[in-house]
């Protein structure tokens, strides 16, 4: 049986995982998540596309508990199986880590003094490194970082127009997604090598949303920027918003500092504008102004995003969708493209509506494209340079 890598993602209630082995190319195994972490908890999982479970798991009470469970899971599936590295999706790599590092000491107290960067989601990715290192000890525990991806963007793309000494000290766009931006831009490639060769805009749209500019395969721009919060509206996450704002609430509305941190990341977005629901799913069948204007707002700030993105580009090439709402909204593609005839976009409606993953209409001078991310088999490729180290 060949080594087998383990990928783990671990949220602030969830944990995704996913078992690939260790060839030339990652080859999957199983995969799956907890859910729920801390309320209801559900633990589902496929191997070899079969559902091997979907069920409550009341038994989970914390991270350590969905560990266990997965790795239950993973004996279950795959008895006496090796697993020599474990990688791990971190947010924020911050301004030292530009490629997958190896979780020693050092490394791991560098990352702790990020969390004020990324204060919901970087102490649960060290949580799980934790939690990893006790179920193997001998394994490599493998770091790779969303902001990565970005580190090659240009200075103006990666600077706010602060005093200098802010930038020194960390206050710059780091961009986040970076893993699936890493995944789409290699699967892209391959699909249209000579659009991917150009001006490309990659829109990662999900319950997190950004969109990325990458030329030739070198990251130009992001519309995320110190946080996870920048740029455009997610599921319950603000996106654009004017600091001014943020000053109003706390001295007008004498909001303190965690209800505005509540407001800004779990409460607006989709889910505030809606009244309803963070979900885009239940929002195209809801048929409510309120639903409706969520929509057009989401589609809106992606237009303008696309248009600033593709400024910094000179021109564009190709614009591709990704993530859960980019690869099944048909909706959302449609509105979105509906707005940029003016770049020589033409989306093929009866492509959109069938998936495809080339949609734009034969001759669009901008091809537009669907094309799934993946960000388990990212952590599984940058794994694999680590196996035999555990050994050595």
């Given amino acids: 049986m060949p080594d087998l890598i383990l990928t783990l993602n671990a949220g602030s209630s969830s944990i995704k995982f996913a078992l690939f082995a260790a060839e030339a190319e990652p080859v999957e195994r199983l995969r799956g998540q907890v859910e729920g972490i801390g309320a209801e908890p559900r633990i589902e999982a496929k191997a070899g596309g079969q559902k091997i479970a979907d069920r409550p798991a009341p038994e989970i009470g914390d991270h350590d508990g969905a560990l266990a469970e997965i790795l239950a899971l993973i004996e279950d599936a795959e008895p006496g199986a090796t697993v020599p590295v474990?990688?791990?999706?971190?947010?924020?790599?911050?301004?030292?880590?530009?490629?997958?590092?190896?979780?020693?000491?050092?490394?791991?107290?560098?990352?702790?003094?990020?969390?004020?960067?990324?204060?919901?989601?970087?102490?649960?990715?060290?949580?799980?490194?934790?939690?990893?290192?006790?179920?193997?000890?001998?394994?490599?525990?493998?770091?790779?970082?969303?902001?990565?991806?970005?580190?090659?963007?240009?200075?103006?793309?990666?600077?706010?127009?602060?005093?200098?000494?802010?930038?020194?000290?960390?206050?710059r766009r780091y961009g986040f997604h970076g893993l699936s931006y890493d995944f789409v831009s290699g699967a892209f490639a391959k699909v249209a090598p000579d659009r991917a060769a150009g001006r490309v805009v990659i829109a990662h749209l999900g319950n997190g949303a950004?969109?990325?500019?990458?030329?030739?395969?070198?990251?130009?721009?992001?519309?995320?920027?110190?946080?996870?919060?920048?740029?455009?509206?997610?599921?319950?996450?603000?996106?654009?918003?004017?600091?001014?704002?943020m000053l109003y609430l706390m001295e007008q509305e004498g909001m303190a500092p965690a209800e505005i941190s509540d407001l800004v990341y779990r409460q607006s977005g989709l889910k505030g504008l809606s009244g309803l629901s963070q979900d885009m799913r239940v929002l195209e069948s809801a048929g409510t102004k309120a639903a409706d204007q969520a929509i057009a707002y989401f589609a809106y700030r992606i237009q303008r995003e696309i248009g600033s993105l593709t400024a910094a580009l000179g021109g564009l090439d190709a614009l591709v969708f990704t993530a859960g709402i980019g690869e099944h909204s048909v909706t959302v593609r449609e509105r979105v493209c509906r707005g940029l005839g003016w770049i020589g976009l033409s989306l093929d409606a009866e492509r959109n509506r069938a998936g495809q993953t080339e949609i734009s209409e034969p001759g669009s001078t901008v091809g537009c494209y669907i094309m799934p991310t993946d960000e388990e088999m990212t952590i599984a490729r940058a794994g694999l340079r680590f196996v035999g180290e555990n050994l050595r």
């Fill in 86 to 171: 474990v990688g791990h999706r971190i947010v924020h790599g911050g301004t030292r880590f530009a490629e997958p590092m190896r979780l020693d000491a050092e490394v791991l107290v560098y990352l702790e003094s990020l969390n004020p960067f990324a204060p919901l989601h970087q102490p649960h990715n060290l949580a799980g490194v934790a939690a990893a290192a006790l179920a193997f000890p001998r394994a490599v525990q493998v770091g790779c970082f969303d902001t990565a991806f970005h580190r090659r963007q240009p200075w103006l793309a990666d600077t706010f127009a602060l005093p200098q000494a802010y930038y020194e000290k960390g206050v």
């Fill in 210 to 245: 950004s969109a990325c500019a990458v030329k030739g395969g070198v990251p130009q721009g992001s519309t995320m920027g110190f946080s996870a919060l920048d740029g455009l509206p997610m599921g319950t996450r603000i996106g654009q918003l004017d600091p001014g704002v």
